[in-house]
């Protein structure tokens, strides 16, 4: 006689039917009042809103990012003594339950969430309130909540259920083990006997539970027992778990809800659990999040503290946040890891060495250097198997970041996520997935709910606690992740190395979304190394006392807005509005403390009349107009040139500088222009070369079709014709040294204001642009097509530059059609090149012989639907130059773009009879670049960061004008390495960057 057949689709039903009906049950409503307001109020304050009383099905808020205070108030019903006492509350909102001294306690998230359900279920709706009920009890609990799901989605603002209710313990642990054996099955192969087993049990336990008694119950339970019990033997691979709840920062909410949302919400969670699981261990990186928790809720962060030292809790990554990788400075990586690792050490006594970016949209080539010298060792990461074209060959593997040839141990958890439902299918798809499986035995996998927060829910534990060692699956160990990472790297020897940067296939719109926060960044960037290389000097000089408070403060904000979906232009209008206001205050700070300095200096020094600083370490070359009249001057390498009254030369005699309408010339180009403002030629006079290819029109700005969001463009979009604006009148004019050509052009609703530039004895040719946006769909671009030919490119990051292809022979190159550069790219032969400098711009093309700067974006929705459409003002400039890109000094040139000289002045000074000049610090020799002069972060010596421009071994020697008591090399932490002197020249290898510490002679 056959066997009955088991029907797979009647096994879901009953698993549905136990979760759906069987394992609470409501017994009364809860009273329920709210206190509703626009924005969050603090505990003491939270009957200041409108008052509201609720039923299941009632209203309470009218719009996302509502705020209220809940109070749930009632009497237990007899029935429930002796049963488990729980509460169901669902506000479709979130929620965070709080003590009576309103510190959190438990977050809620409501189940009618935006989430992939295939990784979980979003909700957390169950408040645990006894073991065993006395049925007298009176609930009297406080919840501070948002109208808002986990993705920032108003879902209806009306309260769904909040009830009274007892849970069936043994019922709720039947339906994990059914669910476990159930998709255990699922993922055996069809003919294989554990599987044929496993069904059996589920099958015979479906027909005991046609009468649902406890005895029943009870009897199921012991059936499933028998296969949950059964264990593996000798296994291949151990799988490392940690909880995780990967929290943006900002996103589709503002910064104010992920105070509540991350911390509140998810660590009050987590901490519930951790009492209920006594193997759950759970990580969370971030110090800006801790911080927050340290400041808005005292009490939960004594709590977190202590799981920390208990080693339950790991605190991850070395960076104050998980911040964009491709578009701030190398200084500001540098301080990320510099304030992050700091506070671990401080607040938890921890040395972190992971660097811990699930989430950010490319990697840095530079990023290996910065990472080892400062004591990070191995990498976690998941975000490469987002690209579009091709599959990276390795989830364990050293990445070599290709300029200076440091190594960090990398991996990528092969189930792809970092909201790992823990379950079975997580645990196969590792085993399948893993690519270095022939040669690892571990891996890693990141369980929980994460980006707006949430967490591991008691379905992750359950599954995991079934999972330790279940015959037909890979062991599961829940541990922090730095042990894995150990036991990862003791077969280091085995590993792969991957050289160049982690280029992400996707996202490339994000290199120019929202420009007006990237400008700003650029330039706050650009005046805080001016503001520390100033106060170094008058701190050194006993002059002013070092600001150190005021720069901590601002630092930490700055790198805040380098999240990585804030400063991509990833996140939703109110992120950007509230951003953009702050980072207008920041910079004016940092301009004032900047001008403060400098005067102090400037009477220090005993100067008079007008002063000009450089902190560049090269003797610059400017033109300045002073009172009205325009002279050139050079200024001495990180010094200062006071200058007399007098120009020193009259201009009417240079003939060599002339602009009419299709041209402008200077002694060394002449730049010649088509009747639309195009450019048709830039020929270099010097040299005897035509720069822009034949019958290609250069400086074209183009506008495509973009239909796309805040992270991708269509990556077809030259196939579409391209549309161009209308040029409606020029202007032309001669300002003392400087030629200039003005077009007006004009474009659907927007208007562009061009001014071309150029200066007596200048190579570089700037376009300074002023464009008032309110274009949707579209992406506003300049190319410059040229005489140049080069396989590679070379484009500027942080610390150096690295070279890509300029034609798409692989479908590795065809992927990298956007790509990434700090403040030039540069295409050369050996002995010509040319070279895009930008002073806010990061998205650049290379194609052949044509570069390609993408200037503006305003995609049609998501996240912000208003991106971009707005005033905007930034500069890029043409730059030929004899010889390749570093003979060139290109570098120079970008730099120079970016940083101005400061001038200082005294209304009433007396006429200075002779110009007088000084340089503080200079560089004798060698391809280096000073990028940081700054006071020492844990006393009052002062931290000067070198770097190798070119790519060559080279030597240098430090000229000060000050006395030095003794100098050290450190790490990036600032951690002694070696002592030097200064009477030796410095060695260098390629890209190299050497921080040293200096203890300076007072000058009393």
Request: negative net charge; charged residues 25%.
């Amino acid at each position: 006689m056959p066997y009955e057949k088991i029907n797979n689709e009647k096994l879901h039903q009953m698993k549905a039917f136990i979760e759906g009906g069987k394992i609470y049950q409501s017994l009364s409503s809860l009273k329920v009042e709210a206190w509703v307001t626009k924005e969050p109020t603090t505990f003491k304050e939270r009957k200041t809103g409108t008052h509201l009383t609720l039923s299941a099905g009632d209203k309470w808020g009218g719009e996302l990012w509502d705020c209220a205070w809940f109070y749930f108030s009632g009497k237990v019903p007899s029935q429930a003594r002796g049963e488990k006492l729980v509460l169901l509350i669902d506000v479709n909102g979130e929620l965070c339950l709080v003590d009576r001294n309103g510190s959190p306690m438990q977050g809620l998230t409501n189940v009618n969430s935006e989430f992939e359900l295939s990784l979980g279920k979003p909700g957390k709706r169950v408040v645990e309130i006894a073991e065993k009920a006395s049925g007298t009890e009176e609930i009297d609990l406080w919840a501070d909540a948002g109208c808002n799901d986990l993705f920032g989605h108003f879902r209806s603002g009306t309260l769904k259920i909040a009830d009274i209710a007892i849970c069936k313990e043994e019922i709720r642990q039947l339906y994990y083990d059914v669910e476990v054996l159930l998709e255990l099955a699922e993922q055996l192969e069809e003919d294989s006997a554990r599987r044929a087993r496993i069904y059996q049990a589920l099958y015979d336990i479906s027909l005991l539970l046609v009468d649902w008694t406890d005895e029943n119950v009870r009897k199921a339970r012991e059936l499933l027992a028998i296969p949950l019990q059964k264990q593996n033997g000798d296994v291949d691979l151990t799988i490392s778990a940690v909880g995780h709840a990967h929290i943006d920062l900002a996103w589709l909410w503002p910064i104010r809800e992920t105070i509540r949302k991350g911390g509140a919400r998810t660590f009050s969670t987590v901490l519930r659990n951790m009492e209920k699981y006594p193997d759950y261990i759970f990580g969370a990186s971030q110090p800006q999040l801790y911080q927050w928790m340290k400041e808005y809720y005292p009490a939960l962060y004594e709590q977190i503290k202590q799981r920390i030292a208990e080693g339950r809790w790991e605190v991850q990554g070395g960076m104050w946040v998980e911040p964009d990788s491709n578009i701030p400075s190398g200084e500001s990586l540098i301080r990320q890891i510099l304030y992050g690792k700091r506070f671990y050490l401080e607040e938890f006594g921890k040395e972190v060495r992971t660097l811990w970016v699930p989430d950010i949209f490319g990697y840095s080539a530079s990023l290996p250097q910065l990472l080892k010298q400062s004591e990070i060792d191995y990498v976690m990461t998941q975000k490469l198997s987002w690209s579009e074209y091709n599959d990276h060959p390795h989830h364990t593997f050293y990445w070599q970041g290709g300029i200076d040839g440091s190594k960090v141990l990398t991996h990528l958890p092969p189930e792809d996520t970092y909201n790992g439902p823990a379950a079975p299918r997580s645990i196969k798809k590792i085993e399948r997935e893993y690519y270095d499986k022939n040669i690892s035995e571990h891996s890693l996998m990141l369980f929980g709910i994460g980006d707006g927060g949430g967490g591991p829910g008691e379905e992750h534990l359950e599954r995991l606690k079934r999972e330790r060692n279940l015959l037909g699956l890979s062991p599961v160990v829940q541990e922090p992740s730095i042990n894995f990472f150990r036991k990862l790297e003791s077969s280091s020897s085995k590993y792969k190395t991957w050289s160049g940067e982690l280029y992400l296939e996707k996202h490339q719109g994000t290199l120019t979304s929202q420009a007006r926060n990237k400008k700003y960044n650029r330039k706050i960037e650009k005046a805080l190394r001016e503001l520390e290389f100033v106060a170094s000097l008058t701190m050194m000089k006993g002059i002013k006392q070092y600001p150190s408070e005021e720069l901590d403060s601002i630092w930490k904000e700055v790198m805040l807005y380098q999240f990585h979906d804030i400063l991509p232009g990833s996140s939703i209008s109110r992120v950007y509005d509230e951003s953009l206001e702050r980072y207008q205050k920041i910079n004016e700070k940092v301009e004032r403390l900047i001008e403060e300095h400098y005067q102090a200096l400037y009477q220090h020094l005993h100067l008079s009349g007008i002063t000009f600083f450089n902190s560049l370490p090269w003797a610059r070359r400017e033109w300045v107009e002073v009172h009205g009249k325009w002279r050139e001057i050079t200024i001495p390498p990180m010094g200062y040139l006071e200058i007399k009254d007098q120009p020193s030369q009259a201009l009417t005699g240079h003939t060599e500088l002339k602009v009419e309408k299709t041209r402008m010339e200077n002694e060394l180009l002449v730049v010649s222009f088509n009747r639309d403002g195009t450019i048709r030629s830039i020929f270099d006079k010097e040299n005897n070369r035509e720069t822009i290819a034949k019958h290609r029109p250069a400086n074209q700005l183009a506008i495509y079709h973009d239909h796309g969001d805040a992270w991708d463009f269509p990556s077809d979009y030259k196939s579409v014709p391209k549309m161009k604006p209308i040029l409606e009148d020029i202007h032309c004019e001669i300002n003392g040294p400087i030629a200039v050509m003005t077009h007006f052009y004009t474009f659907g609703n927007s208007t562009i204001q061009q001014s071309v530039k150029m200066k007596l004895g200048s190579r570089q040719v700037d376009f300074q642009t002023k464009v008032d946006w309110k274009e949707s769909n579209k992406m506003l671009r300049t190319s410059f097509p040229l005489q140049v030919r080069s396989d590679r490119v070379h484009c500027e990051i942080q610390f150096g530059y690295i070279n890509r292809s300029t034609h798409q022979n692989t479908q590795w190159d065809f992927a990298k059609d956007e790509i990434c550069a700090h403040q030039w790219i540069d295409i050369s032969e050996p002995d010509y090149g040319v070279a895009l400098l930008n002073d806010c711009k990061y998205g650049h093309r290379a194609e052949e012989d044509e570069l390609d700067l993408n200037l503006l974006r305003s995609p049609p929705d998501s996240p912000d639907p208003n991106a971009d459409r707005a005033d905007h003002e930034f500069v890029y400039s043409f730059y030929p130059h004899k010889g390749e890109f570093v003979s060139g000094e290109v570098y120079k040139k970008g730099y120079e773009l970016n940083i101005p000289v400061r001038k200082v002045e005294k209304t009433d000074a007396a006429t200075v009879k002779k110009d007088s000049s000084a340089s503080f610090i200079q560089l004798q020799g060698g391809s280096v670049m000073i990028e940081t002069i700054k006071k020492a972060e844990l006393d009052n010596e002062m931290i000067i960061r070198l770097y190798e421009i070119s790519g060559n071994h080279t030597t240098t020697k430090l000229d000060l004008s000050f006395v030095v008591e003794k100098i050290v090399e450190t790490n990036l932490l600032e951690n002694p390495k070696q002592s030097i002197s200064l009477d030796s020249p410095i060695s260098f290898t390629p890209f190299e960057i050497k921080t040293l510490k200096m203890k300076v002679k007072s000058s009393s």
